[in-house]
């Protein structure tokens, strides 16, 4: 790094007046001539880019994924055709629903998104420390979120709205269940799972596909808050998981995750006793078992947070030659949605952000648009079929073709067992959860609910009653007497 570095302009023009203002004299007025005072105002009136609209207050860390098992048999991607294989990648984590402000222990899903910077491009595992989500079609989408930030009229979070949204929204209950169980307040991000969430697939050199769903499981040990701990770390510190990621890593203690996977053959998802692309609901582990993959370190605190946390750009549709997508409906909407923000928030060129940037060479016809820094293809052509450059597509990496299974568009096409909303939540609150996760779940929802006011308080909290009564009896009977409120139970 050189030394006695010169004070310049963003144009690179050295200059000393860098503290006072040119003025008519001592006492002023300000000049308009004094452009070191307008680059540096004009500069700082533009240094905040869009809020992301989800995602907007979190951390991240660069690191390496290593392949420690062979799955060569699932997948031709080059980045798992060897156990040894290493890329570097970089994680985000983030809360879901709060502004940049908010507080890191808020009871909030919690972002999950990892990028493989591989020799095939950049794959993007973009999900939450969820196995599942609220809603399973993106249509629902802008509404859903809508009802996780502020009421229109007072500006403030609403549990009315929520709770609204909820009980007209059943197969929201699956995700609601573990959002009010304490892992809801996971311990940081160090200590917590993460999801792909969606169903992917995956291709062999055989031209064969098998359905995939990935798991990141901590190395850390899991570990949640209570909503008490929470709620006091919500004052005491704030920042509390980007504190504690930052000084771990700081310390040399290099948080791993191990990379799972379940997979389900295409004759087993016909058998599925539900959708297996339903984002809502999960698999069975006794039945698809987790497959051992490879480990995740981070190792790196980024030098500039604005530059590669803030700028870093995720999306479901950054897959690779030999892992693809699925029908998973929220996850087709996804693909979409996430990049086209990204176009709005970061520029049509977010993908020449060094934190973006693949790590082998981008070749397409691509030009002009905000923020173009890559030399904008230079003096080669911007059209394609041409007769100057070499670019080739290169056949070996054509699409698998998909079978499709109907050629009828129905928006309303079901699986039979697609309203089943109360078995997945049920189990998990008799089956999966202890004694004392119960209880907190309880009281969070209780708490939570206390919160339904206005008019139609009674009918919204009798419609969640009624769903909760469907996932577990003695559950919507505790609610409504922690909750003070009749409610008549019918089979």
């Known amino acids: 790094m050189s030394k006695n570095k010169k004070l310049t302009t963003a144009a690179g023009r050295p200059y000393y007046e860098n503290e006072d203002s040119m003025t008519v004299g001592r006492r002023g007025p300000i000049l308009l001539q004094d452009i070191y005072l307008q680059e540096k105002l004009a500069h700082f009136n533009r240094e905040r880019i869009p809020e992301r609209v989800v995602h907007a207050k979190g951390t991240g860390a ?46 909030d899903p919690r972002g999950f998104a990892v990028k493989f910077y591989t020799e095939d491009g950049n794959w993007d595992l973009a999900g939450n420390n969820t196995p599942v989500f609220f809603i399973k079609d993106p249509k629902k989408f802008p509404d859903f979120v809508h009802t996780q930030k502020r009421d229109p009229k007072t500006n403030l979070k609403s549990s009315t709205m929520m709770w609204d949204y909820f009980s007209l929204n059943p197969e929201s209950l699956h995700q609601v269940m573990i959002l009010f169980s ?17 169903t992917f697939s995956m291709i062999n050199d055989k031209e064969e596909r098998v359905w995939v769903k990935f798991h ?43 990379l799972k996977i ?4 295409n004759e087993q998802a016909e058998k599925f006793k539900w959708n297996p692309f339903d984002v809502t609901k999960v698999w069975s582990h ?14 790196e605190i980024p030098a500039n947070y604005f530059a590669d946390v803030e700028q870093a750009a995720f999306e479901p549709s950054n897959i690779v030659d030999g892992i693809g997508l699925s029908p998973d409906k929220l996850l087709q909407g996804r693909i979409f949605a996430y ?29 002009d648009g905000f923020m173009n820094v890559d030399g904008n293809g230079k003096d080669s052509p911007n059209y394609f079929p041409n007769s100057f450059d070499d670019i080739k597509a290169d056949k070996k990496y054509k699409e698998l073709a998909s079978v499709l299974d109907s050629n009828i568009a129905d928006t309303f096409d ?23 996760e119960r209880k907190n779940t309880l009281n969070n929802i209780i708490s939570s609910m206390s919160g339904i006011s206005g008019p139609r308080s009674n009918e919204i909290i009798q419609r969640q009653l009624m769903h909760f009564y469907k996932v577990d009896k003695s559950l919507a009977e505790d609610i409504a007497k922690g909750l003070k409120v009749d409610f008549k139970f019918t089979d």
């Not at 160090?190 to 999801?195: L, T």
């Not at 698809?288 to 190792?299: A, Q, S, W, Y």
């Open 262 to 265: 379940q997979v389900m053959t």
């Open 339 to 367: 990049p086209d923000a990204h176009r709005y928030r970061l520029g049509v060129n977010y993908n020449q952000i060094p934190v973006n940037r693949p790590i082998n060479e981008v070749n397409n016809h691509q030009r």
């Open 62 to 107: 660069f690191g390496t994924f290593k392949v420690t098992n062979d799955i060569t048999k699932y997948t031709k991607a080059k980045l798992f055709n060897k156990v040894g294989n290493e890329c570097r990648v970089f994680v985000r984590f983030s809360t879901v629903g709060g502004e940049k402000g908010s507080a890191d222990t808020e009871r």
């Open 286 to 299: 006794s039945e698809f078992p987790l497959i051992d993959v490879g480990i995740m370190e981070l190792n």
């Open 182 to 198: 304490d892992r809801g307040t996971p311990d940081g991000y160090r200590k917590m799972n993460g999801y792909g969430s969606h």
């Open 414 to 436: 079901r699986n039979e067992n697609d309203d089943d909303f109360y078995t997945q939540p049920g189990d998990l609150y008799r089956k999966v959860m202890t004694d004392t």
């Open 216 to 258: 990141f499981k901590t190395l850390q040990g899991n570990k949640t808050l209570t909503a008490e701990e929470a709620n006091i770390l919500k004052a005491k510190d704030p920042d509390y998981a980007q504190r504690d990621l930052v000084e771990a890593i700081s310390k040399g203690n290099f948080p791993k995750w191990a």
